[in-house]
C-alpha cells in the first residue's frame, strides 16, 4: 500500500503499520492518538527573568494547576516542547536565551508571556533591553498583559494546544500578531518573520550566542586577593566624626548634599571610619557632569564625576555616613576593595555603566552589559536608545 506523503509526522512504527494489511485502519487512530498526547503534554522550559515569572509560578500552582494540561515544567531545554519567556530580555541575556532555544529539540514552540517579553514595554526603547524577543525568536503565541494573570497564560497554553493540533493535522495554523501590532512603531530590530528584516542579523544573532556558549571563551579573569579576616566583635564608634572630616580635608558640611573630600583622602577616610564601627559599605554611586561651555565653545567648567559614597555601622541604632569625592574626566579614584569586601561588585557596576576607573581594583570588567558594549550607558552624552547588535 502506498504510503501517504501528507503527513505531518514520520515514526517508523507508523510506517510499518501503514504496509500491514489491515493495519492501516489504525493509522488514523494512531495519528489522533499521538496528536492527543503531544497536545496534552507540552512540557514548559521557563525564562522568567522578572516579575512576569512570578504569574508564571502562580500559573503552576494549585489554584490554576498548568500540570492539569499534562505540562510539566522543567528548568532545561532539553526534551522541553515550549519556551516560555515571562519578563524582561535584555542584551546581556538575549544571546543565552537564543542558545538555550537552539537546544531545545525540535517540534518546539515559543509563548512570550507579557509586554516587556513582547515588546520591551517601557524599557523597550533603553539601552539594555531587547525590543521584543521575537526580534530574534519566533513567537507562536502572545500573552499580553502587565503581568499577565495565571488565566491568560492559560488561555495561551490553549491557543498554543490548538495550534499544535492544526499543524499535526496538516491544516493552516492562523499566525499570531502581536497585539496592537498596527499601532506600534517598529522596534529596533525587524522581527524574526518581518520580509523586510536584514538576513545578516540572523547570522550575527547566532554567532553572538556562539560565543557566549563558549566557542570563543573570554579573557581570563583575575583572582582577586583575599579580603583581611573580619573581627568578631562589633567595634563602638568613638571620636568626633565631624573632626575626622574636617581632618581629612573637609572644608564645608553642605546643609543639602554629603561633604566634598578630596580625592587623595577619601581611601584613608574609610579606613577611619570602617575602624569607628562603620563596617558596612552601603552604597557607590557616581554621576557624570559633561563640560560646561560658553557661546564661544570655550570651556568654562571641565567634564567630571562625582562619586558617592556611603557607609553604616551595624546592629541596633544604626548610623549613616555619606561623602563625596569629585575628579575631572578622565581620572580615576583609588578603589575601597581591600577595606569593603562589598566594594568589588558596587565599583564594577559604576565602571561598567558610567566608566569610572577604580584604581586598585582586582576586577574592574563589566558586570551588567555585555563584555563588547559600547560606551558607558549612563554617562550623559550616551543616547539612551543606542543600538547594540545584533540584539537591538
Ligand atoms: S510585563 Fe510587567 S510584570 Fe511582566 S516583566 Fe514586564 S514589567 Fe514585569
Not at 113 to 120: F, L, N, R
Not at 155 to 160: D, E, N, T, V, Y
Not at 248 to 273: K, N, S
Not at 328 to 345: M, T
Request: glycine letters at 6%; proline letters at 10%; aromatic letters at 8%.
Amino acid at each position: 500500500m502506498a504510503i501517504e506523503d501528507n503527513r505531518s509526522f514520520t515514526h517508523p512504527l507508523y510506517d510499518f503499520m501503514l504496509t500491514v494489511p489491515g493495519l492501516s485502519l489504525a493509522t488514523g487512530r494512531v495519528d489522533q492518538l499521538l496528536t492527543w498526547g503531544l497536545t496534552n503534554s507540552l512540557w514548559i522550559f521557563p525564562m522568567a527573568t522578572s516579575c512576569c515569572g512570578i504569574e508564571f509560578m502562580a500559573t503552576a500552582a494549585s489554584r490554576v494547576d498548568i500540570d492539569r494540561m499534562g505540562s510539566i515544567v522543567r528548568g532545561t531545554p532539553r526534551q522541553a516542547d515550549v519556551m516560555v519567556v515571562a519578563g524582561t530580555i535584555t542584551v546581556k541575556m538575549a544571546p543565552r536565551v537564543k542558545k538555550l532555544w537552539d537546544l531545545m529539540p525540535e517540534p518546539k514552540w515559543c509563548l512570550a508571556m507579557g509586554s516587556c517579553a513582547i515588546s520591551g514595554d517601557f524599557y523597550r526603547d533603553l539601552y539594555p533591553t531587547v525590543p521584543g524577543i521575537d526580534t530574534f525568536l519566533p513567537v507562536d503565541v502572545y500573552v499580553p498583559g502587565c503581568p499577565p494573570n495565571p488565566e491568560a497564560l492559560m488561555a495561551g497554553m490553549l491557543r498554543l494546544q490548538e495550534k499544535v493540533r492544526l499543524q499535526r493535522e496538516g491544516k493552516w495554523a492562523p499566525k499570531e500578531s502581536r497585539p496592537e501590532t498596527a499601532k506600534m512603531i517598529m522596534p529596533a530590530l525587524r522581527r524574526i518573520n518581518d520580509p523586510a528584516r536584514d538576513p545578516s542579523v540572523d547570522k550575527a544573532q547566532l554567532d553572538s550566542a556562539m560565543k557566549v556558549a563558549g566557542s570563543e571563551p573570554l579573557e581570563e579573569a583575575p583572582t582577586p586577593e583575599r579580603m583581611p579576616p573580619r573581627s568578631a566583635e562589633p567595634v563602638p564608634i568613638d571620636g568626633d566624626l565631624q573632626a575626622l572630616l574636617t581632618a581629612h580635608g573637609v572644608t564645608e558640611i553642605p546643609r543639602d548634599a554629603p561633604p566634598l573630600v578630596p580625592v587623595a583622602r577619601h581611601r584613608d577616610l574609610a579606613e577611619q571610619l570602617k575602624k569607628r564601627g562603620f563596617r558596612q559599605l552601603v552604597t557607590v554611586v557616581a554621576t557624570h557632569y559633561p563640560d560646561k561651555r560658553d557661546k564661544a565653545g570655550l570651556i568654562l567648567t571641565p567634564e567630571y564625576y562625582e562619586v558617592a559614597y556611603a557607609l553604616r555601622t551595624v546592629g541596633r541604632g544604626s548610623q549613616l555616613v555619606m561623602w563625596r569625592v569629585r575628579f575631572e574626566v578622565p581620572d580615576g579614584i583609588d578603589s575601597l576593595y581591600g577595606v569593603f569586601a562589598g566594594a568589588d561588585w558596587q565599583e564594577r557596576e559604576q565602571f561598567d555603566l558610567i566608566g569610572v576607573r577604580f584604581a586598585g581594583h582586582p576586577d574592574l570588567r563589566r558586570i551588567l552589559l555585555p563584555h563588547d558594549y559600547a560606551g558607558f550607558p549612563l554617562r550623559r552624552d550616551h543616547a539612551s536608545d543606542a543600538p547594540c547588535a545584533p540584539w537591538r
